[in-house]
């Protein structure tokens, strides 16, 4: 897709649909009634008659005989003066799948004008790009047929008079990294387990490195992590066929030299069966979405090469398959972590810590700035959160509240538990430095409080997006998230 501003006049714009507000109480923005005029009163008449109310999620497609454009899509925006973050985008995304419904191959967007309560135009851009990104992903890989693409080839924003055009154009292209990058995590997580394993994972990092000449990817093989002595990484594939794979992807953007890198870390479990400890048997299709953490930090090293950050950045993700088998581990085993530490592995379901905290060992080579690890780690994050709320919980709290402010900014929600010494306890082992669960309470803290063990070297937050990495029911996919925040976060930051 591209993406341009406009500076011209948009109603003097020709293009297959022109994207124009409504307030409630018949009351037209002033992009519309710039309009109006020019297609001889056309919004004003459907407003009038009341075909569209103009409250929030009303939208109306207008084939108007006058003027430039072929269509015009009226949108409600709600009452006048109350429009925020989370209106808009509803209403740039609803006005964004009606577009491609509508098959047009152009459309331009007025909706960037509007004075958003809580934001700037800047971030008005951005997320409506964001969102004109994300409806245009369709899922087809596996299908025999595939989807008619979508004639959307070209969007145009207007902005507000006076925007800053290189704020504005800086922000678009955010915009459209975000996008791509979740686009390459919603991919990822959606490709089935037989196709989307270690290897492919692997292959997926080698692929973007040889896209993007500042990203280099290597991938470590089971001999090699065995060498690094990852044996709790190593003990999650052991039921396996497929092989175990560390994914290294390094992002080099900063020139000064000995610029410390930002470290993001992806649980990749390509598929959870849970092990001996088995999973019962509904709904475990959706633990091939278990590699999500993996896909965000992989898709976000994609907007981060496309946008060019001038910072480092390095993405570690722990990639393995978990699957009963005579050769798998066994309750009661005890393994040796690369740190040293020794883990009674009392529940086998318990893996993403397992394979995470040989890959938080690993990264202490990097002298990281930060770490942030991503994984669908917990249950009982969706039983807090649901489908809306990652879990946030770290060790250094300026980097917990950086990334709670961002989460409100990007609208990707994330909120934060206590990681407090007092839920330590719970992991004791009568045969082993640490257990590998803490009881069937406080199991999101628990699990932190497990990977905590082994990020004592730097400052470090983790991300329980097991909630919200995936939709159920009849939108069953990934969703692509913390992608946006976690873009935004290194967007923020200075080599
Ligand atoms: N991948 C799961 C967590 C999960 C469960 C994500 C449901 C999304 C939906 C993880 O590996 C797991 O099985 N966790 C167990 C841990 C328990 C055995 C301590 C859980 O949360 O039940
Ligand atoms: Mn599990
Ligand atoms: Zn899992």
Not at 165 to 183: D, V
């Amino acid at each position: 897709m591209k993406y341009a501003l406009l500076s011209t006049n948009p109603a003097t714009k020709a293009t297959d649909c022109l994207v124009v507000g409504v307030w409630t109480k018949g009351k037209l923005t002033a992009q519309a009634s710039d309009l109006d005029k020019a297609i001889d009163g056309a919004i004003s008449r459907v407003v009038a008659t009341g075909d569209i109310s103009g409250k929030v999620g009303d939208a109306l497609l207008l084939h108007p005989t006058a003027g430039k454009a072929k269509r015009v899509l009226v949108v409600g925006c709600g009452d006048e003066g109350a429009l925020d973050a989370r209106a808009y985008r509803k209403i740039v995304s609803g006005a964004a799948k009606a577009i491609l419904k509508a098959n047009a191959k152009t459309a331009t967007f007025t909706l960037a004008e509007l004075a958003i309560k809580d934001r700037e135009a800047a971030w008005a851009v951005t997320m409506l790009v964001q969102e004109c990104e994300n409806c245009c992903y369709q899922y087809d890989s596996t299908k025999s047929k595939k989807k008619p693409s979508y004639m959307l080839t070209t969007v145009n924003i207007s902005t507000p008079k006076g925007a800053h055009s290189s704020t504005m154009k800086e922000a678009m292209k955010a915009g459209n990294a975000i996008g791509i990058g979740m686009s390459t995590a919603k991919e990822l997580g959606n490709l089935p387990g037989n196709v989307c394993t270690p290897t492919y994972l692997g292959e997926t990092a080698t692929k973007l490195a040889a896209k993007y000449k500042s990203i280099s990817t290597k991938v470590l093989s089971e001999k090699q992590m065995q060498r690094l002595g990852m044996g709790s990484l190593l003990s999650v594939s052991a039921g396996s066929k497929e092989e175990a794979k560390l994914i290294v992807m390094q992002y080099k953007g900063s020139a000064k030299a000995g610029s410390k890198p930002f470290v993001l870390v992806g649980k990749g479990i390509t598929f959870d069966t849970g092990g001996i400890s088995l999973k019962p048997g509904g709904a475990m299709d959706e633990m091939k979405f278990d590699m999500c953490g993996a896909a965000s930090v992989i898709g976000t090293m994609n907007a981060v090469a496309e946008l060019g950050l001038k910072i480092n950045v390095v993405a570690v993700v722990a990639a393995a398959e978990n699957m009963p088998s005579s050769t798998a581990t066994k309750p009661g085993d005890v393994v040796t972590s690369m740190s040293g530490q020794t883990i009674e592995i009392l529940n086998t379901d318990a893996e993403g810590r397992l394979v995470l905290c040989d890959a938080l060992t690993y990264v202490e080579r990097f002298k990281p700035r930060t770490v942030i690890d991503v994984a669908t780690l917990t249950g009982a994050a969706v039983a807090t959160f649901g489908d809306q709320t990652t879990a946030l919980l770290s060790t250094h709290q300026p980097l917990a509240d950086e990334l709670l402010g961002i989460s409100q900014d990007t609208l990707d929600f994330a909120w934060q538990l206590p990681l407090w010494d007092e839920y330590q306890p719970l992991l004791e082992s009568n045969f082993a430095d640490i257990a590998n669960i803490g009881g069937p309470r406080a199991g999101t803290i628990t699990a932190a409080c497990f990977l905590s063990r082994f990020t004592k070297k730097y400052n470090w937050a983790h991300l329980d997006i097991a909630g919200t990495a995936w939709m159920s029911g009849a939108q069953k996919g990934a969703t692509g998230r913390p992608v946006p925040l976690l873009v935004e976060y290194l967007r923020r930051q200075k080599a």
